[in-house]
C-alpha cells in the first residue's frame, strides 16, 4: 500500500522560508515522478513543481520559480520543498503527489495516481 506522508507545514511570516517534506512508503521511490501541488482555500489544486525519478530533471511552475527549490533523497524515500521569500500568496494546504512514470515532469493533478494528505502552509503578512 503506498502511502505518502508530508510534514513541516506552519504558520510564517512573508519573506521566511520553510521546508517540506514528504515521506513514501510501499513504493519503489526512484520509480516515481514526485510532485507538490497546493490549494488555497476557494480555489482549484495547482501545480507546483515535480522532479523526476533520479532527480535529474526538475520543472517549476512560474509563481515559485527562483524561490522554491524541490530535491528528493532517494536512500530515504523523501523528496523535500524547500521555500524561501514566502509571500502572502503561498498561503495553502500543500501536498505531495506520486506517479509510476518515473521518466517525465507531469504537470497537472490527474496524471498523479498517489497523494498524501496535505501540510497547511499559512503565510502571514
Known amino acids: 500500500q503506498v502511502q505518502l506522508v508530508e510534514s513541516g507545514g506552519g504558520l510564517v511570516q512573508a519573506g521566511d522560508s520553510l521546508r517540506l517534506s514528504c515521506a513514501a512508503s510501499g513504493v519503489t521511490f526512484s520509480s516515481c515522478t514526485m510532485g507538490w501541488f497546493r490549494q488555497a482555500p476557494g480555489k482549484e489544486r495547482e501545480f507546483v513543481v515535480s522532479i523526476t525519478g533520479s532527480g ?3 520543472y517549476y511552475a512560474d509563481s515559485v520559480k527562483g524561490r ?7 536512500a530515504k524515500n523523501t523528496v523535500y520543498l524547500h521555500m524561501n521569500s514566502l ?3 503561498d498561503t495553502a494546504v500543500y501536498f505531495c503527489a ?3 512514470r518515473p521518466w517525465s515532469l507531469w504537470t497537472r493533478s490527474y496524471d498523479y495516481t498517489y497523494w498524501g ?9
Open 56 to 58: 535529474g530533471n526538475t
Open 87 to 89: 509571500k502572502p500568496e
Open 117 to 125: 494528505q496535505g501540510t497547511q502552509v499559512t503565510v502571514s503578512s
Open 68 to 74: 522554491f527549490t524541490i530535491s528528493r533523497d532517494n
Open 98 to 100: 506520486a506517479e509510476f
